[in-house]
């Protein structure tokens, strides 16, 4: 089966510090999306994406944080000036399209905010 | 509002029996939902899905039940097996708002062998 692959798998960074969590979503799926687990919590929603666009957006993404799609196949996701509370497994996901298709996630980025 | 949650935060089954996780949902507009597994350290996995036209659907060993009169989810899951210990999440699809899923709480599933 295809997979939605993120890097790093890990990720540890100073406080104030700039991080960019690597996704390259299914080649096919044109809407792409990042939510984000704080430790024995529930999945919340961050942001979707589609052509190119920002098509919703929750309270928890702020100016602090950007996706981007810089090339054909790599989906990215930066916070600027990481906060301690920023500390969470960031997972990427990437359907078909916005209907009745499944939603792969990615196995995650362990972001370790110091 | 955006609300999608479970009654129970975790469940003990023995090997061999069958699994019910519970879910109750707010949005009345919600017309398909998921049940996904999250295994420790790993992505979210879909498991079944139905739509609101339907109020059973049958997998391989799940079953999923959607009761819409009082908003509320069920997953079923038979013959529970050591592998199937896991967090179960119910998550709604809100497709005027990009398609985004809303995720419950969770249950973790714990199965004795």
Known sequence: EPEVTQTPSHQVTQMGQEVILRCVPISNHLYFYWYRQILGQKVEFLVSFYNNEISEKSEIFDDQFSVERPDGSNFTLKIRSTKLEDSAMYFCASKTGTGYEKLFFGSGTQLSVL | ?113
Not at chain 2, 57 to 68: A, F, S
Not at chain 2, 91 to 98: D, L
């Open chain 2, 1 to 113: 509002g955006e609300s999608v949650g479970l009654h129970l935060p975790t469940l003990s089954v023995q090997e061999g029996d069958n699994s019910i996780i519970n879910c109750a949902y707010s949005n009345s507009a919600s017309d398909y939902f998921i049940w996904y597994k999250q295994e420790s350290g790993k992505g979210p996995q879909f498991i079944i899905d139905i739509r609101s036209n339907m109020d059973k659907r049958q997998g391989q060993r799940v079953t999923v039940l959607l009761n819409k009169t009082v908003k509320h989810l069920s997953l079923q899951i038979a013959a529970t097996q050591p592998g199937d210990s896991a967090v179960y999440f119910c998550a709604e699809i809100y497709y005027n708002q990009g398609g985004k899923l809303i995720f419950g709480q969770g249950t973790e599933l714990s199965v004795k062998p």
